[in-house]
């Protein structure tokens, strides 16, 4: 009797560190979809106007909120809707920003989301 009381134990103690891990990999995946960013140094790097600053930050605030719609859809669906949303992005910043700036932005959208294996 000792002896499957101790073996449930078991089988119940594994199911739930399986269950956390699967969680924990659920959040770690949305996390990859926040594109949140230090608007000042991306206005830096950029060599934003006050203007172009304004646009900017509207224009990536629509972006991020269209990438956590995407995080929290399942299967193909993310795919197309992260795809929609950097084509959004991009085309709504190549109308903003200088063909340089444009560019440089478009290198540092790469390289955040290969970073964050969503490419």
């Known amino acids: 009797m000792k002896k499957i009381v101790l073996l449930v134990?078991?089988?119940?103690s594994?199911?739930?560190?399986?269950?956390?891990n699967e969680n924990n990999n659920n959040v770690q995946d949305v996390k990859a979809?926040?594109?949140t960013v230090n608007m000042r140094k991306?206005?830096?790097?950029l060599g934003l106007t006050l203007d172009q600053m304004e646009i900017v930050t509207d224009?990536?605030?629509?972006?991020?909120?269209?990438?956590?719609?995407?995080?929290?859809?399942?299967g193909d669906e993310r795919n197309i809707l992260?795809?929609?949303?950097?084509?959004?992005?991009?085309?709504?910043m190549?109308?903003?920003?200088?063909?340089?700036?444009?560019?440089?932005?478009v290198m540092l959208?790469?390289?955040?989301?290969?970073?964050?294996?969503?490419?």
């Open 9 to 12: 134990v078991a089988m119940f």
């Open 14 to 20: 594994m199911t739930l560190t399986y269950a956390e």
């Open 33 to 35: 979809y926040d594109m």
């Open 42 to 45: 991306l206005a830096v790097t």
């Open 59 to 74: 224009i990536h605030n629509n972006f991020c909120n269209e990438m956590m719609l995407a995080a929290y859809a399942e």
């Open 82 to 92: 992260m795809d929609k949303a950097v084509n959004k992005d991009i085309r709504y």
């Open 94 to 105: 190549h109308y903003v920003l200088s063909e340089k700036q444009y560019k440089k932005y």
């Open 109 to 119: 959208l790469n390289l955040t989301l290969s970073n964050r294996g969503l490419k």
